[in-house]
Each structure stands twice: as C-alpha cells, then as structure tokens.
C-alpha cells in the first residue's frame, strides 16, 4: 500500500490561508489518483479536490473551486493542498487519499480510495 502523511493543518482567522502537505510512499507506482477529503463534527466524509498523477488533472469540489488549488510534486512524491479565502464552514479534519489504478467509481467517492493519511485539523475562526 502508499503510506501518506499530512501535515500544515493549524488554526487560521477566516479570510486567511493554509497550505496541507501529503508525502506518499511505500507503492506509490499503483497510485493513478491522490484526493483531498474532510470530514466535520457530525457529517460524512466528504470530497474537497483531487489530481491524477499521469498528466496532471484536477478536480474540485463547488464549494472551494476559486479558493483551493491541488497540486502535486512528483520527484516529492508529494500533493499540496494551498486553501486561500478560508471560512468558517472549511473547518474540518482534512485526510489526503490515495486511489489504484483498478479501483472502479468515481474520485469523488472514498470507495475510490484504499490508503488514507492520519488526517490533519483546520479550524477557521470568524
């Protein structure tokens, strides 16, 4: 499997900015896809962006298109997450996800995914 491991989490006043890091490794040549999900206090998982490794797609959720840009370092073996405009409804734990190449659905789905990072805080305060 890819380990991953997330970090740059922190408080921020709304308006501010973070920037997460996902370093991957261990099978990183089985990853086709790395997401960005976050889930609150009592609601699901849900999906905030992603990028393919094999050319550089990416994709974002409604809510932060405009705001979040994904992008990936491949010598680092490593995915940013840079968040700008932050709000109080970003706050969340904030889990990085990698997707194999023979997983079916959708990128959007965490069935996409079969290795997750430990997950990392943002709190945005008003």
């Known amino acids: 499997q890819v380990q991953l491991v997330e970090s740059g989490g922190g408080l921020v006043q709304a308006g501010g900015s973070l920037r997460l890091s996902c370093a991957a490794s261990g099978r990183t040549f089985s990853a086709r896809t790395m997401g960005w999900f976050r889930q609150a206090p009592g609601k699901e998982r849900e999906f905030v962006s992603a990028?393919?490794?094999?050319?550089?797609?990416?994709f974002y959720a409604n809510s932060v298109k405009g705001r979040f840009t994904v992008s990936g370092d491949n010598a680092k073996n490593t995915v940013y997450l840079q968040m700008n405009s932050l709000r109080p409804e970003d706050t969340a734990v904030y889990y990085c996800?990698?997707?194999?190449?023979?997983?079916?659905?959708?990128?959007?789905?965490?069935?996409?995914?079969?290795?997750w990072g430990q997950g990392t805080q943002v709190t945005v305060s008003s």
């Open positions: 996800a990698a997707g194999p190449e023979y997983y079916p659905g959708s990128l959007y789905s965490t069935s996409a995914y079969n290795s």
């Open positions: 990028i393919r490794w094999s050319g550089g797609t990416t």
